[in-house]
């Protein structure tokens, strides 16, 4: 007999370092017999290897926070029972003239063998990551990945890549070549367009044939530029930068500000990173080139970067150990999917109650004002709305309020995790209250939206009280102060009744019409029995 895995159970436990000029980020995983994977913990260490610049040369001190950062890394993995490691080095190491002495003493010392990768490799694998992280369709983006020593270019979209190569503009190289001056003078400022002009023409060529219109940027000084800009528009970024977008009238005034100050006025800004300070203004000025050479109207933000790909591109080599039994090509899809299996859904459950709700969504939209997106939304807190139960039946609802908050859903922006937690959180117990710390904090948009779903939700759940499937069919009936559900059932119809009537508070404040259930006799076509 074959014997079958649990789906459910990771297969492997790995970790991916990306070795950069800047900084160590390491990054640990559980893989899944379908490929997927969840993040277990997470380290950065800052090691500012490239010190005034890039050098051919690793000094000892730098060579040293390197050990040391590495030490530390390692000390996790063995803690968290990592199986195997990838270390990739990238431009400050593979360009050093004894880069190879360091990648022998981390072996040596630490006991983790590092790669060496070329640039256009780290490209390429940092375009699988963002294309697999955020929500990408047929038109063509600049995916953009600015470090320390170099910046890796990507032109593609959801089926293919047009161009990618790492060229030598870093953040840390740039600063060493072109600034001298604090704060930056603008003949620094001409050079480095010129610079950027100079270097980009082949980037040029195909970003002018394909009109691309939005930047998807990864990694630190791109996140800080984007953290930054939405804590002084106010946009929220607490929970996650994955999907934060900016746009190019919000960046520009942000740039003419802030490249006038000087390093103990950037040194206040709380979003920069303190070891990007003196090297983030070379960054500031690609971001604006590229927006006004190219006519970039967006820029949209991903947390998934070089790490990522180094995973990806281990599962897709070991394939044939990791049985690959479903992928979803749509990022948000494939992440919610990934949390309900390791979550051990109620899926008969929980697809049963989606069906109703999008059906009562669909009824109810215009009326609500609510949006298309909504509806995808309304769908997904749904589907994951019973996932509490994995950690306890005792208030579920909050645990799921918990696990969607923090499983880490890609190709979701902040404010639409929020909202399916809360939704999916608001499925049974308590209404929406003031009260309540966490819906308090919402803005009133947000309030609203979850108020609405949550109401189409709390009844679409009722309907299903046994869990068993039990109604058939649904037909929906609205007069200007009264809706009426006519349910079919395959068995008695009393506890789905009882269960929407007893939560159907909400749906009635939301609607402003009162709600009447009744049972419909599958060999007659007038109603039964009414459910009040």
Same mark, same amino acid.
């Given at each position: 007999?074959?014997?079958?895995?649990?789906?459910?159970?990771?297969?492997?436990?790995?970790?991916?370092?990306?070795?950069?000029?800047?900084?160590?980020?390491?990054?640990?995983?559980?893989?899944?017999?379908?490929?997927?994977?969840?993040?277990?913990?997470?380290?950065?260490?800052?090691?500012?290897?490239?010190?005034?610049?890039?050098?051919?040369?690793?000094?000892?001190?730098?060579?040293?926070?390197?050990?040391?950062?590495?030490?530390?890394?390692?000390?996790?993995?063995?803690?968290?029972?990592?199986?195997?490691?990838?270390?990739?080095?990238?431009?400050?190491?593979?360009?050093?003239?004894?880069?190879?002495?360091?990648?022998?003493?981390?072996?040596?010392?630490?006991?983790?063998?590092?790669?060496?990768?070329?640039?256009?490799?780290?490209?390429?694998?940092?375009?699988?990551?963002?294309?697999?992280?955020?929500?990408?369709?047929?038109?063509?983006?600049?995916?953009?990945?600015?470090?320390?020593?170099?910046?890796?270019?990507?032109?593609?979209?959801?089926?293919?890549?047009?161009?990618?190569?790492?060229?030598?503009?870093?953040?840390?190289?740039?600063?060493?070549?072109?600034?001298? !001056?604090?704060?930056?003078?603008?003949?620094?400022?001409?050079?480095?367009?010129?610079?950027?002009?100079?270097?980009?023409?082949?980037?040029?060529?195909?970003?002018?044939?394909?009109?691309?219109?939005?930047?998807?940027?990864?990694?630190?000084?791109?996140? !800080?530029?984007?953290?930054?800009?939405?804590?002084?528009?106010?946009?929220?970024?607490?929970?996650?930068?994955?999907?934060?977008?900016?746009?190019?009238?919000?960046?520009?005034?942000?740039?003419?500000?802030?490249?006038?100050?000087?390093?103990?006025?950037?040194?206040?800004?709380?979003?920069?990173?303190?070891?990007?300070?003196?090297?983030?203004?070379?960054?500031?000025?690609?971001?604006?080139?590229?927006?006004?050479?190219?006519?970039?109207?967006?820029?949209?933000?991903?947390?998934?970067?070089?790490?990522?790909?180094?995973?990806?591109?281990?599962?897709?080599?070991?394939?044939?150990?990791?049985?690959?039994?479903?992928?979803?090509?749509?990022?948000?899809?494939?992440?919610?999917?990934?949390?309900?299996?390791?979550?051990?859904?109620?899926?008969?459950?929980?697809?049963?109650?989606?069906?109703?709700?999008?059906?009562?969504?669909?009824?109810?939209?215009?009326?609500?004002?609510?949006?298309?997106?909504?509806?995808?939304?309304?769908?997904?807190?749904?589907?994951?709305?019973?996932?509490?139960?994995?950690?306890?039946?005792?208030?579920?609802?909050?645990?799921?309020?918990?696990?969607?908050?923090?499983?880490?859903?890609?190709?979701?922006?902040?404010?639409?995790?929020?909202?399916?937690?809360?939704?999916?959180?608001?499925?049974?117990?308590?209404?929406?209250?003031?009260?309540?710390?966490?819906?308090?904090?919402?803005?009133?948009?947000?309030?609203?939206?979850?108020?609405?779903?949550?109401?189409?939700?709390?009844?679409?759940?009722?309907?299903?009280?046994?869990?068993?499937? !039990?109604?058939?069919?649904?037909?929906?009936?609205?007069?200007?102060?009264?809706?009426?559900?006519?349910?079919?059932?395959?068995?008695?119809?009393?506890?789905?009744?009882?269960?929407?009537?007893?939560?159907?508070?909400?749906?009635?404040?939301?609607?402003?019409?009162?709600?009447?259930?009744?049972?419909?006799?599958?060999?007659?076509?007038?109603?039964?029995?009414?459910?009040?």
């Amino acid at each position: 007999m074959t014997e079958i895995q649990d789906s459910s159970t990771p297969t492997k436990r790995i970790a991916a370092i990306d070795l950069g000029t800047n900084s160590f980020h390491a990054v640990l995983v559980d893989l899944y017999p379908d490929g997927s994977y969840r993040t277990i913990d997470k380290l950065k260490e800052m090691v500012i290897l490239a010190e005034k610049g890039m050098k051919h040369h690793l000094s000892e001190d730098a060579m040293q926070r390197g050990l040391d950062a590495l030490k530390r890394i390692k000390f996790l993995c063995d803690s968290q029972g990592v199986e195997e490691i990838l270390a990739f080095a990238t431009s400050a190491i593979r360009e050093a003239k004894n880069g190879g002495d360091f990648i022998q003493r981390v072996i040596d010392e630490v006991g983790i063998k590092a790669r060496a990768i070329s640039g256009k490799m780290e490209a390429q694998m940092i375009g699988y990551a963002i294309r697999h992280s955020i929500s990408l369709d047929e038109e063509m983006v600049l995916m953009v990945d600015i470090g320390g020593g170099s910046v890796e270019f990507i032109v593609g979209n959801n089926k293919e890549f047009l161009y990618y190569n790492s060229l030598k503009l870093g953040v840390a190289r740039m600063a060493a070549h072109f600034v001298e !001056n604090d704060p930056i003078t603008k003949a620094e400022i001409e050079a480095l367009l010129k610079h950027y002009r100079n270097t980009l023409s082949e980037v040029a060529g195909i970003l002018n044939e394909h009109s691309v219109k939005t930047i998807i940027g990864s990694s630190g000084t791109m996140e !800080n530029i984007a953290a930054m800009i939405a804590e002084r528009n106010s946009i929220s970024s607490a929970m996650t930068l994955n999907e934060l977008v900016y746009h190019d009238d919000e960046f520009l005034p942000f740039y003419e500000n802030f490249i006038k100050l000087d390093r103990e006025k950037r040194s206040k800004e709380k979003e920069l990173d303190e070891k990007r300070i003196d090297i983030i203004n070379p960054g500031m000025v690609l971001v604006k080139f590229l927006i006004e050479e190219f006519n970039i109207q967006n820029v949209k933000i991903s947390e998934a970067a070089l790490r990522d790909g180094m995973i990806l591109d281990y599962i897709s080599r070991e394939k044939s150990t990791l049985p690959l039994v479903a992928r979803f090509a749509d990022p948000r899809k494939r992440s919610v999917f990934e949390l309900l299996r390791k979550c051990n859904w109620m899926k008969d459950h929980s697809t049963h109650v989606a069906k109703l709700a999008l059906q009562i969504f669909d009824d109810f939209q215009q009326e609500l004002e609510l949006e298309e997106g909504d509806r995808e939304l309304l769908e997904y807190a749904t589907l994951m709305h019973d996932i509490g139960y994995y950690i306890s039946h005792r208030k579920h609802h909050k645990h799921a309020l918990y696990l969607i908050r923090h499983a880490d859903l890609r190709g979701f922006t902040a404010d639409e995790i929020i909202l399916m937690a809360n939704v999916a959180r608001y499925h049974r117990r308590s209404t929406p209250k003031k009260r309540h710390k966490r819906y308090r904090k919402l803005d009133k948009d947000l309030k609203q939206r979850v108020k609405k779903l949550s109401g189409i939700l709390r009844v679409a759940d009722g309907l299903d009280r046994s869990h068993y499937q !039990n109604v058939q069919e649904l037909e929906i009936e609205k007069t200007k102060d009264m809706v009426r559900f006519y349910i079919t059932t395959q068995g008695d119809p009393e506890l789905e009744i009882w269960g929407a009537m007893r939560k159907k508070e909400l749906f009635e404040e939301i609607t402003g019409k009162e709600l009447e259930i009744y049972a419909v006799e599958e060999d007659a076509n007038v109603p039964a029995e009414t459910g009040e």
